[in-house]
Structures are given as structure tokens and as C-alpha cells.
């Protein structure tokens, strides 16, 4: 089955601790990039990989960091985690080659910062 | 990236027809329009994308006017299923920062 996977689904942490949620796809998708989502304010992308090896900024990068070391993998990297980065977090992926710019989305993380 | 103007809030009855307009009026010649729909705590969900003219697929159909400072989404016989949250996108196909305004929830009552 087609799909965008992300681990974990729930997570609390604390303060400082640092984290990483995984990001996988399965088809062959060239582009991946990393949505947060918060109440009231929509989903603002953090960043985005045209491929492998190449990354960019989105709207709000503060605080993360991402890397695409392998096509299929695009984990977001949280080194010091505060409190302003509790949301549901998004990972989703589509194909250059597609006619349209159908990006597939995981089922999202929901992370706590205490 | 163009920035998009939708309805905050929408309702609606079981069977009726629903059309959510999106105003964008710096849209630039190579952009495209896209649709998403959400559910909630669920990731976004492809709708429908079109350029110009009026295009229509098994679940939705959108209208373009010839300026294509707005579009219309319209979302025939709509069931109770269809609550969700709906995203007008437009930038260009491949490789854009895409930006997500707040959408518009709609709410189809029985």
C-alpha cells in the first residue's frame, strides 16, 4: 500500500530533550516536506526536500533541523525542544513526475513539550 | 506564493450542493490551483487541481473564471461525511514552499 508513515504518533517530552520523528514513503516520491499545524493558524510548512541531499526552508524552520539522506527518509530533528513547538506535526511527499502536485500526507504526530 | 482569501465557516444541509470560493488575486501565470480536504487528526487529502476552465473528477468540481483571480470549489449532493476543513492552495506544481491558509470548515448538518 501506497503511504507516508511517521514514528511516533503521540509523544511527550520535556524541555531541552532532544527528539526526532521519522518520516518514510514508499513511492519513490522525489519531494517530502515537514507541516506544523496549530489551532487557528492552518498548516505552515517548516521544510521541504526537492530530493535527495537537497533541502530548503519553509515558513517557520526556527528550531528544527531535517536531513534527506536517503529517498525514501526525511526525519525532523527537534535538538532542544521547548514548550512553543507542542503541535501536530505533518510529513507528507509527491511526485515531480506527476501531472498534478498531489502531495500525500502521514497520519501526523501530536507532540507535548512540557 | 500567491496568497489566498477562503470563508472561515460554512454550512451546510445533507444533499445540497456546496461551493467555497477562494480569492486570489496575485495569482501569477504559471500558478495552480489546488484543493485539499481535512479531517480531523488526519493529514490533508487531495481534492482536485486545475489551471483554467472548469475541471471535474469523481469527487468535486472546479471553476475557474478567465482572470483566475478566484475559484470554486463545488461539492455536489454533500453528506454528512464531508465535514472537514477545506484548503485552497496556489503556487506552481513542483518544488514550491506551500503555504496552508486557515481554510474553511464546513459543517454539513443532517
Known amino acids: 500500500e501506497a503511504q507516508v508513515t511517521q514514528n511516533p504518533r503521540y509523544l511527550i517530552t520535556v524541555t531541552g530533550k532532544k527528539l526526532t520523528v521519522t518520516c518514510s514513503q514508499n513511492?519513490?516520491?522525489?519531494?517530502m516536506s515537514w507541516y506544523r499545524q496549530d489551532p487557528g493558524l492552518g498548516l505552515r510548512q517548516i521544510y521541504y526536500?526537492?530530493?535527495?541531499?537537497?533541502?530548503d526552508k519553509g515558513d517557520v524552520p526556527e528550531g528544527y533541523k531535517v536531513s534527506r539522506k536517503e529517498k525514501r527518509n526525511f526525519p525532523l530533528i527537534l535538538e532542544s525542544p521547548s514548550p512553543n513547538q507542542t503541535s501536530l506535526y505533518f510529513c507528507?511527499?509527491?511526485?515531480?513526475?506527476?501531472?498534478?502536485?498531489?502531495?500525500?500526507f502521514g497520519p501526523g504526530t501530536r507532540l507535548t513539550v512540557l | 506564493l500567491a496568497k489566498t482569501t477562503q470563508p472561515i465557516s460554512m454550512d451546510s444541509y445533507e444533499g445540497q450542493e456546496v461551493n467555497i470560493t477562494c480569492s486570489h488575486n496575485?495569482?501569477?501565470?504559471?500558478?495552480?490551483i489546488t484543493w485539499y480536504q481535512q479531517f480531523p487528526s488526519q493529514g490533508p487529502r487531495f481534492i482536485i487541481q486545475?489551471?483554467?476552465t472548469k475541471v471535474t473528477n469523481e469527487v468535486a468540481s472546479l471553476f475557474i473564471p478567465a482572470d483566475r483571480k478566484s475559484s470554486t470549489l463545488s461539492l455536489p449532493r454533500v453528506s454528512l461525511s464531508d465535514t472537514a476543513v477545506y484548503y485552497c492552495l496556489v503556487g506552481v506544481i513542483y518544488g514550491q514552499n506551500f503555504v496552508f491558509g486557515p481554510g474553511t470548515r464546513l459543517s454539513v448538518l443532517p
Open positions: 513511492m519513490n516520491h522525489e519531494y
Open positions: 496575485n495569482i501569477a501565470t504559471n500558478d495552480y
Open positions: 486545475g489551471y483554467k
Open positions: 507528507a511527499s509527491s511526485n515531480s513526475g506527476s501531472v498534478y502536485n498531489e502531495q500525500f
Open positions: 526536500s526537492m530530493n535527495v541531499e537537497v533541502t
